[in-house]
């Protein structure tokens, strides 16, 4: 298994540009979800998808949008990018009701705004 | 709303230490707590999950314990080796969130 897999794994963007972040599991995982990390903090809470059409905001959600149209898929989109949302970005995925909710991380994608 | 805190920041000790690594939270209600590794520039990679129900995971050197009426776990790592360089994690999900909440991370240094 490749796990979670994310592309791009570094991108530059202007102000204003928009972009989407990839996210791929083949662990036939129901949830998914999208963090970000700003520079010494922890992971912080986009969006997350309990399954196959179902989104819901996270604590950050301002300026991002995603949609989960399979199981192994969930993009998340950045549209207007700003300077604030140069941060490194993580997609998981866990198995709810398995093995006590353990969450799988992809390496990330390193995102910067000019 | 729950708050997850590491403290320190930054540990820096010499190789063959036993150490503790602290985190605590503010709302006791919680799913379980989860322990992650993170290398630089590198995802996450879970290391020991406590369910609510337990006081303590075990793995290879690394113990974790859970106090849920205290609000606190630690993460103990015997003997470390400069391979233990990383910053720990610990994040909790609360009871019916399925969603984590992170603490930002002790950023340990094992000097050989």
């Known amino acids: 298994n490749a796990g979670v897999t994310q592309t791009p794994k570094f991108r530059i963007l202007k102000i204003g540009q928009s972009m989407t972040l990839q996210c791929a599991q083949d662990?036939?995982?129901?949830?998914m979800y999208w963090y970000r990390q700003d520079p010494g903090m922890g992971l912080k809470l986009i969006y997350y998808?309990?399954?196959?059409?179902?989104?819901d905001k996270g604590e950050v959600p301002n300026g991002y949008n995603v949609s989960r149209s399979t199981t192994e898929d969930f993009p998340l989109r950045l549209e207007l990018a700003a300077p604030s949302q140069t941060s490194v970005y993580f997609c998981?995925?866990?198995?709810?009701?398995?093995?006590?909710?353990?969450?799988?991380f992809g390496p990330g994608t390193r995102l910067t705004v000019l | 709303k729950q708050e997850v805190t590491q403290i320190p920041a930054a540990l820096s000790v010499p190789e063959g230490e036993n150490l503790v690594l602290n985190c605590s939270f503010t709302?006791?209600?919680?799913?379980?707590l989860q322990w992650f590794r993170q290398d630089p520039g590198k995802g996450l990679t879970s290391l020991l999950l406590?369910?609510?129900?337990?006081r303590e995971q075990t793995s290879g050197r690394l113990n974790a314990s859970l106090d849920k009426s205290s609000g606190r776990s630690t993460l103990y790592i015997a003997a470390s080796q400069p391979g233990d360089s990383a910053t720990y994690l610990c994040?909790?999900?609360?009871?019916?969130?399925?969603?984590?909440?992170f603490g930002q991370g002790t950023r340990l240094t094992i000097n050989p």
């Open positions: 709302d006791s209600a919680i799913y379980n």
């Open positions: 998808s309990v399954g196959a059409g179902i989104t």
């Open positions: 998981a995925s866990s198995y709810v009701g398995g093995d006590g909710d353990t969450q799988y």
């Open positions: 406590i369910q609510s129900s337990q």
């Open positions: 994040a909790v999900e609360d009871q019916g969130a399925q969603k984590l909440v």
């Open positions: 662990m036939n995982h129901n949830y």
